[in-house]
């Protein structure tokens, strides 16, 4: 009888946590170990050397990823484990970076930022610049349902870049912009529909200026409801203005009020990328008409699949080319999501 590789996620038991799970049940063939905090301590090297026993690939799906250490990547590099995270943090996703070896073949495979950023707008920005040598604009924009439960930790991630300052590659350089401004439209597919969004931080600006040789890249986000966004934005200019310093530890009073208008709204969610460049423009789409938030954890669980089965991919992965565009429609038809590619 073959034995099935076991596979760590530590952070199971969270929101995304358990969408992962629940996806890696219905599309891997592996034995999960699911660990809440009280189960693997990203703190303490010894409780995760004891989880890690036997495992070949193990997954981070906790947060807010701000404020995580990097003892289990460290740990999985150290004993030649698989890695995959969740991580939305700019920095964190630079340190993970820094700490794998270039050009060593004998290293596990490190995925980090492997969530609808940076994994999936990075195979979307490549859809739409394919071809091209250089691209002069790439706008990424995730627009999330209104009727999806969210977590403390969720709402902290977002809270971390309402009002502070972080640099972004605009007309071929950096400047210094605040975190939810300079609004700007896209026109997602149906059912989705023209969503304003608004700029946060994300790993995306770091690294996609190199990776595309884009003259411009940014990335926004908002909620569905202009209520929440108005909020939102009011919270930016109290940061802002130096009357508050960060909304974070208000991440728990938040939950709750966003709670209150949940039944608003829909469930559905996309993340597009509009690509510009000399062969023209280009939106590139992933959409789902019902259960949006699942599009966050499918790169995780794809790119999962794909190292139990004995991939290549060793060192640190890029998140523009770990996957074709026929095996990315592949696997969103497994899911009931959309691939969709427009001139505009």
């Known amino acids: 009888m073959k034995t099935r590789k076991k596979v760590l996620v530590v952070g199971g038991t969270g929101h995304f946590g ?21 189960m693997a301590d990203l703190w ?12 070949s690939l193990a997954i981070c799906a ?3 990823f701000q404020t995580l250490p990097t003892t289990l990547v460290e740990l999985c590099l150290r004993k030649g484990i698989h890695y995959i995270d969740l991580a939305d943090d700019r920095t964190f996703v630079r340190k ?27 195979l979307l920005a490549r859809i739409g610049s394919a071809g091209s040598q250089t691209v002069d604009s790439i706008f990424i924009h995730m627009a999330p349902g209104n009727r999806v439960p969210r977590s403390a930790g969720t709402i902290a991630s977002l809270l971390y ?11 071929g350089s950096w400047c210094t912009v605040g975190g939810w401004s300079d609004g700007r439209d896209f026109l997602f597919p149906a059912p989705v529909g023209r969503h304003r969004g608004y700029l946060v931080d994300v790993p995306d600006h770091e690294f996609f200026p190199d990776l595309f040789h884009a003259r411009t890249e940014e990335f926004r986000t908002a ?14 200019w109290f940061v802002r203005s130096g009357m508050v310093r960060s909304w974070v530890s208000w991440s728990g009073i938040f939950q709750r009020a966003a709670a209150l208008l949940g039944f608003m709204g829909h469930d559905w969610g996309g993340v597009g990328v509009e690509v510009s460049g000399p062969n023209g423009q280009l939106r590139v789409s992933v959409i789902a008409a019902s259960g949006g938030q699942t599009i966050a954890v499918m790169p995780a669980s794809v790119m999962a699949a794909s190292l139990l089965s004995g991939s290549v991919h060793r060192g640190f992965v890029s998140p523009a080319d770990w996957l074709t565009r026929e095996q990315l429609i592949e696997e969103c038809n497994k899911r009931g999501f959309h691939l969709l590619v427009e001139e505009f």
């Open 96 to 122: 993970v970076r820094s700490l794998v070896p270039q050009h060593d073949e004998n290293l596990p495979a490190v995925c980090s930022g492997w969530s609808t950023v940076s994994a999936l707008s990075g």
């Open 18 to 38: 358990s969408l992962l799970v629940q996806d890696l049940r219905r599309h891997t063939d592996c034995e999960l170990i699911v660990a809440g905090r009280d």
């Open 161 to 171: 870049s309402v009002g502070q300052r972080f640099t972004i590659f605009r007309n």
């Open 44 to 55: 303490n090297s010894a409780s995760l050397e004891a989880g890690l026993t036997g495992v």
């Open 223 to 236: 909620a569905e409801l202009y209520i929440l966004n108005v909020a939102v934005s009011s919270l930016g």
């Open 62 to 64: 906790a947060g807010p």
